[in-house]
Each structure stands twice: as structure tokens, then as C-alpha cells.
């Protein structure tokens, strides 16, 4: 089993960090979403081609991964010419990503016009069926997968499947947000699972309730501002402590451990989008353990 976590969930922490504190938690790896705040990755003095060497190095000497990097990248654009763009930035990204050893590149569907609208809806999926097809063509010879998210709209498994179908590259696949498509969708773990199980090569773990969302403050009004400008398709949920919730992550377990899934277990605790959460150094400590727990049980 290889436990990561997201750096969505440590927006202000540096590099460094990322390594000593991870591997003290009890991680293997580290999913990059963003670096102290900043999504634009491509930009980081970090990952300039004249520091990656020694960002090799600092990895090895850890013992600790990078096992992807979460891009922005999204293919539901209207505009041909900002698809185009959306490639290039993903390809980029594909670079970066084989240049740290990571194993894929996270990007969206994102959103959907209304199921009234069948024709349009129809366009749309083909059209994110296309662009992941194109990007992971790009990610074979470099070793990366590319993995769409259960995120905004597609958190609806039978928009994913429909999608995934049509997809013409086996190096693409999904990430499942096991949380999303039970929360916004109301999906049962079981029938999300039966239609993406073919794809499936990457989770990402949370919990939350469904208590009233509660009164929002300057700082989380921008957070959430933040978050649907990189992604329109971004929902708000009441998150909690893993294993606090009604998230019936044992069952997600099980499906996985039935399909001898072996891919990463990631928790995304989603602290830059929704600020009023406990701070990384209280929720990241607890997940290792619990959710070594719940494969130990899920076993038994």
C-alpha cells in the first residue's frame, strides 16, 4: 500500500516541508497540487530544468516520491484555440512530471451543459474524450499516465464512463475521488466502482458531513473565489477529519482491495479551497494510520 497526500492540503508549506514532514507522518509520497500557494508549478523556480538535479536528489535521499502532479489543465473550452493551449500547458506538464519520477498528470472534464441539452452534452464529452486521448499519446514515451479526475461534473460516473469509452489511449485513466461522486452525486461507492473500474489508476480519500454550510468570512469567500476560477466545476462540502464523517471509506477500501487495485492511496484535505479546516499539522498525521486500518480490517 503507498499512502501520498495532496499539498492541497499544506498550502503554505515549501518544499523542504513537503519531504521532512511528510516522511515523519507516515507517507510514501507527495500528489503536487500547488507549492507555498502557488498552482502555477510550471513557474516554480523549484522545477526549473537547472534545479531538478538536486530536486532528484533530495527525493532519493528521503526515500519519499512525487507520485503526480495535479495540473489545472481542463478540456471543457468551448474555443478550439484554448484546448490547443490547455495541451501545450499539460504537456509541460508531462515534462516536469517524468523529470521528478512521478507517474501521472491529474487534469478535468470539468463542466457540462444541462442533461436537457443531449446534443451539446454529447459535444462536449467527445470533445474532453479527445483532449485526454491527445495529452496521454504525449505522456507513453515519457513514462506518464494522464488521469482525469471525478471532479465538477464529471463526479457523475456515468458522464466519466461515456467519456472514458471513447478515449483512444490506455495511458489514460481516472483518478477517483472516492468522495466526490457519493457526495455531490448521490452514487453508491458499488456502482461508481462497476462503471470506472477499468480505468481506475488513482484514489483521492476526504470525509464530510452534510451539516448547513457555515457563515463564510472575507478569507473563505476568496478561497472558494480562488478555486472556481482554476476550476468552474468546484463544489463545496462540510469536510471533516478523515474517519469523522459519513464517508463509508471501508467499503471504498474493500472494492479496491477486491480488484487488487495497487495503485496510490492520496488524501486530499482541502485546506487552500476551504480555509475554516483544521491546519495540515493536525489532519495529515491522522490518515496513514487509519487508513493502514482499514485495509488491515478490510482484509480480515
Not at 473550452?77 to 515534462?95: F, N, T, V
Not at 506518464?144 to 490506455?170: K, P
Request: negative net charge; contains cysteine.
Amino acid at each position: 500500500m503507498r499512502i501520498a497526500f495532496s499539498t492541497l492540503g499544506t498550502p503554505q508549506w515549501t518544499w523542504a516541508q513537503l519531504l521532512e514532514r511528510g516522511k515523519a507522518y507516515g507517507y510514501d509520497g507527495v500528489e503536487i497540487r500547488l507549492l507555498e500557494g502557488d498552482t502555477e508549478l510550471l513557474g516554480r523556480e523549484e522545477f526549473q530544468p537547472a534545479q531538478l538535479p538536486q530536486r532528484r536528489e533530495e527525493l532519493a535521499a528521503a526515500e519519499f516520491r512525487v507520485c503526480g502532479l495535479a495540473s489545472s489543465v481542463r478540456f471543457d473550452y468551448p474555443d478550439s484555440a484554448e484546448r490547443k493551449q490547455q495541451h501545450e500547458i499539460g504537456c509541460r506538464y508531462i515534462d516536469l512530471a517524468a523529470e521528478l519520477g512521478a507517474e501521472f498528470v491529474r487534469v478535468f472534464g470539468d463542466t457540462l451543459p444541462p442533461a436537457e441539452d443531449e446534443a451539446n452534452r454529447d459535444k462536449v464529452i467527445s470533445q474532453v474524450a479527445a483532449g485526454l486521448t491527445s495529452l496521454a499519446e504525449y505522456g507513453i514515451e515519457r513514462n506518464v499516465q494522464v488521469l482525469i479526475e471525478t471532479h465538477g461534473d464529471f463526479s457523475d460516473s456515468r458522464a466519466m464512463q461515456a467519456m472514458m469509452e471513447q478515449v483512444e489511449c490506455d495511458n489514460a485513466g481516472v483518478l477517483w475521488d472516492t468522495h466526490h461522486p457519493w457526495r455531490f452525486c448521490g452514487e453508491q461507492l458499488s456502482k461508481t466502482f462497476s462503471r470506472l473500474k477499468p480505468w481506475i489508476r488513482h484514489t483521492h480519500w476526504k470525509d464530510s458531513v452534510p451539516r448547513p454550510k457555515t457563515d463564510s468570512t472575507t478569507e473563505t469567500e476568496q478561497a472558494a473565489a480562488a478555486a472556481h476560477a482554476l476550476m468552474s466545476g468546484h463544489r463545496h462540502a462540510n469536510y471533516v477529519l478523515f474517519g469523522g464523517g459519513e464517508f463509508p471509506a471501508a467499503e471504498a477500501m474493500q472494492l479496491l482491495q477486491w480488484s487488487k487495485y495497487d495503485g496510490w492511496y492520496s488524501l486530499e484535505w482541502e485546506k487552500a479551497w476551504h480555509p475554516e479546516i483544521e491546519d495540515p499539522e493536525v489532519a495529515l498525521p491522522l490518515f496513514p494510520n487509519k487508513l493502514r486500518q482499514l485495509a488491515t480490517r478490510s482484509r480480515g
